[in-house]
């Protein structure tokens, strides 16, 4: 394929390419995201918990999937390819989306009846997106590093770009779509986002020669080769892939499943790395990659938090924040857009402090960057907590304590998040940088899962996705937040301790490299 080689504003072009179609997937992505939740158990009439069950199915095995992307990519597609399959498999299964068929109701002996035609196309474009996410996700964030030579400065300028990308995506499709789909009906607010997704295709086919060839297969030959059932390697490869949408179907409504294959998978990949670190390592890459395993760990205390935002704190916001305005009443889902916009503000400010910090030598490290996006996570419900005991008469809480936790959680997630991403790509052994990417977003994994159990000490009676109980209901929300608070400043207590000596051994290794 031909390349062209361009810089814009300082950075490769191809930068701009990624920076688009990352903006569109997370459009599509965020945008189904926000309604989720509300379509479940309002359409639908899941209860809260069955409800909160599939929304971690689905983000569990969302951030599961990259793990298999990842691998096939380092070894067999190359990242390009990668995004393309992973982009079709996406606008796929937002299309399937849209399709909502009827809303639920109740019978006369009180019990729900569901549309179980709609509720299987349902699962199945979820099957359709998680396969598309794995393929795609971790793949486009490698090709940001890869733009980079290893030494280069703008390496992290560039992953906070990248990242700008992702939350202006976030930060139209939840204003747009969580108002579409809550006021005018579900299907205006999937099918949104999966024209959005069309867009990101169509973009990355077009720019794909801006990538400077950097994100080709490794060993083109091989993709050729005829497979044992006739077919070519590569298409072999789409074939299974395809055949992986039914499994993840299948898996995106058994809760208990999901749980016990997140198990094995994350104990598999610990084990994996430990034995990769002591018998395929130099002493320099040791020593990188022990610290990017804990840091890995760690970030799995912070999405577990954070992710909050999806079940229980949009429910909360839903149910108990005051959403009257003078300009009418704000919809529960567009809430979320405003740590998309927190990003967008807060990125530049942060890339600054970075490098103000950098230059007169007092940088905190990458670990103390991440313990410090824990304890913002923790703090985030310490206001939620103090909103609550601030109810008025009614059990309703100011949204401002909403947009202060909002506010803080994005904090720790420019401290953590960009920052990891950067990380991964700088730390990883190359031959498996694609596979520890997978890594990196299977930690999102698990926190999904464990964030949607969290969340369940935080179930409420319903009935068609109504709170019954208000005033009970926030006794219920504050024992949640409360529980957060304390981990997020535990963990990222632990975390701050432990930065000495990780800081200790990176040196030590590049003493001796
Ligand atoms: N919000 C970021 C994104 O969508 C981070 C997600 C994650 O790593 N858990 O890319």
């Known amino acids: 394929m031909q390349t062209k080689n361009r810089e814009i504003a300082g950075h490769p072009a191809g930068l701009y390419i990624l920076f688009f179609t990352e903006m569109w997937e997370r459009f599509s992505f965020y945008g189904m995201k926000a309604l989720l939740i509300f379509y479940l158990t309002k359409y639908h009439f899941f209860s809260d918990t069955e409800g909160n069950q599939i929304v971690?199915?689905?983000a569990a095995l969302v951030y599961a999937l990259p793990i298999l992307g990842g691998i096939l990519a380092d070894r067999y597609l190359g990242f390009r390819k990668a995004v393309i399959f992973g982009a079709i498999l996406l606008v796929?299964?937002?299309?399937?989306?849209?399709?909502e068929g009827s809303q639920a109701?109740?019978?006369?002996?009180?019990?729900v009846v569901r549309d179980e035609t709609a509720?299987?196309?349902f699962y199945f474009s979820m099957g359709l997106i998680i396969m598309g996410v794995g393929f795609l996700k971790p793949n486009i964030s490698t090709i940001v590093g890869q733009l980079y030579d290893k030494d280069d400065p703008r390496r992290d300028a560039g992953f906070t770009i990248f990242y700008m990308g992702i939350n202006l995506g976030s930060f139209i499709a939840t204003l747009l779509c969580g108002w579409l789909g809550e006021t005018y009906g579900w299907r205006y607010g999937f099918g949104a986002a999966g024209i959005g997704m069309l867009f990101g295709l169509l973009f990355f086919i077009w720019g794909q020669k801006y990538l400077l060839g950097k994100a080709e297969p490794p060993n083109p030959e091989l993709l050729k080769e005829r497979s044992a059932v006739g077919v070519s390697k590569e298409w072999l490869i789409y074939i299974l892939s395809a055949g992986g949408v039914f499994v993840c179907w299948q898996l995106v409504q058994h809760h208990r499943v999901v749980g016990s294959i997140l198990t094995l998978t994350s104990v598999g990949v610990v084990l994996f790395l430990i034995w990769f670190i002591i018998r395929k390592c130099t002493r320099k890459e040791k020593g990188q990659m022990i610290v990017l395993l804990v840091l890995i760990i760690f970030t799995v205390v912070f999405w577990a938090l954070f992710e909050q935002a999806y079940t229980s704190m949009?429910?909360?916001?839903?149910?108990?924040i005051d959403r009257k305005t003078s300009f009418g009443e704000i919809k529960a889902s567009q809430f979320l857009s405003l740590n998309a916009l927190f990003i967008i503000l807060l990125a530049p400010i942060f890339a600054w402090i970075w490098v103000k910090t950098a230059k007169r030598n007092i940088e905190p490290s990458t670990t103390v960057k991440f313990a410090l996006g824990i304890l913002l996570a923790g703090l985030g419900f310490g206001?939620?907590?103090?909103?609550?005991?601030n109810a008025d008469d009614f059990g309703k809480v100011s949204p401002a304590w909403l947009v202060l936790a909002y506010l803080l959680h994005t904090c720790g997630e420019l401290a953590l998040s960009p920052v990891g991403l950067s990380a991964v790509t700088k730390l990883s052994v190359p031959r498996i940088v694609g596979f520890m990417m997978g890594v990196w977003f299977l930690a999102t994994a698990s926190s999904e899962f464990i964030a949607a159990r969290l969340a369940d000490i935080a179930s409420v009676d319903t009935s068609g996705g109504i709170v019954t109980d208000v005033k009970g209901s926030l006794i219920v929300y504050a024992d949640l937040f409360r529980f957060l608070f304390y981990i997020g400043l535990v963990a990222g207590g632990l975390l701050l301790l432990l930065s000495p000596l990780l800081r200790k051994l990176m040196r030590e290794e590049k003493m001796n490299q």
Do not use: C, E
């Not at 796929?92 to 399709?99: D, T």
């Not at 949009?314 to 108990?320: H, M």
């Open 92 to 99: 796929l299964g937002h299309a399937g989306m849209a399709i």
């Open 119 to 121: 509720v299987q196309v």
């Open 314 to 320: 949009n429910l909360f916001a839903d149910r108990i």
């Open 105 to 111: 109701y109740y019978d006369n002996a009180g019990k």
């Open 56 to 58: 971690g199915n689905y």
């Open 383 to 389: 206001a939620l907590v103090a909103g609550i005991s």
